[in-house]
């Protein structure tokens, strides 16, 4: 007994040993951009040279930069807007559709997620050349639409699961249709949702490179002009700096998307009141719920 115990306690510790050196593999590059963006050296190397603020500056004024970062925001909210509305759809006829079609069009609609992005960008590219669009943002947008499609539809589709039923079902007893039931019943009770999923859509498509790679035009997008500064040795700071404050934004965004998420859920699976579950005749024979 004693002998699987340390076993297990060793096996932990191995365990722990792992995460911590994966941990440290994957986020340690991220955490030295923003060391090397206050560096006052154009090298991103140690031993570090000083502190300063001088690649900030350098990103005011910049009209090459504010035209790619003023497409990026279009884009993506135009993207993130679109996947957001797919996402609710699709999720919710895959819950109540109960038709065979509307799980297999669920199903198609998580796929990019498991496709690689080369494909996909290649296979849009070629699609908007056959529709007429070519290369322009309105192909950038439909690209990114694609993109955060699973994600929108990966939380919607848990919101709704965790709406309990008998709301839903009650609404209809009522004589609500199902348009009613969703536009006034369903969509209120998923509006934290809704919020996050648009968040989160609007993060992945904002960040998104390669698909924007096979279909901008004329117009970069934020990562496309960050990529072509790269080659310039002595735009590694500015870029350096750049990444700094899209990450600090990304991950406010992204902290207010789970918060909203996880109360939405918390919400939802908070117990009905017994006097709001059933409905009550009155002297007129009609049915009517309390209020509290």
Do not use: R
């Given at each position: 007994m004693n002998t699987a115990r340390i076993d297990a306690k060793q096996g932990g510790g191995w365990l722990g040993a792992y995460v911590l050196a994966y941990l440290v593999f994957l986020y340690l590059p991220i955490l030295l951009i923003p060391l090397f963006s206050f560096n006052n050296s154009i090298q991103a190397a140690f031993p570090l040279q000083g502190f300063t603020l001088e690649w900030y500056a350098t990103l005011f004024g910049n009209s090459a930069l504010s035209g790619a970062l003023g497409n990026s925001l279009v884009i993506g909210a135009t993207a993130a807007t679109g996947a957001t509305l797919c996402g609710i759809t699709v999720s919710y006829m895959d819950l109540y559709g109960r038709s065979p079609l509307a799980a297999t069009i669920s199903a198609i609609a998580r796929l990019p997620i498991l496709i690689p992005g080369v494909i996909v960008g290649i296979s849009l590219l070629i699609l908007v050349n056959l529709i007429g669009f070519g290369p322009s943002r309105t192909a950038i947008v439909l690209g990114r639409m694609l993109v955060a499609l699973p994600t929108t539809v990966v939380i919607m589709k848990s919101r709704f699961a965790a709406i309990p039923k008998t709301i839903r079902e009650a609404a209809l007893d009522l004589g609500a249709s199902d348009w009613t039931t969703f536009r006034r019943?369903?969509?209120?009770?998923?509006?934290?949702?809704?919020?996050?999923?648009?968040?989160?859509?609007?993060?992945?498509?904002?960040?998104?490179?390669?698909?924007?790679?096979?279909l901008a035009g004329t117009e970069p997008t934020l990562p496309l002009y960050i990529w072509s500064q790269l080659r310039f040795p002595k735009s590694l700071p500015t870029v350096m700096a750049l990444g700094t404050a899209i990450l600090a934004v990304s991950f406010v965004i992204a902290a207010i998307a789970e918060i909203l998420r996880h109360r939405g859920l918390a919400t939802a699976q908070r117990p009905v009141p017994a006097d709001l579950s059933k409905p009550e005749e009155t002297e007129r024979g009609e049915l009517q719920w309390h209020s509290t």
């Open positions: 019943v369903m969509l209120p009770l998923s509006l934290p949702a809704i919020v996050s999923a648009f968040m989160l859509a609007f993060l992945t498509s904002f960040d998104e490179f390669i698909v924007a790679f096979f």
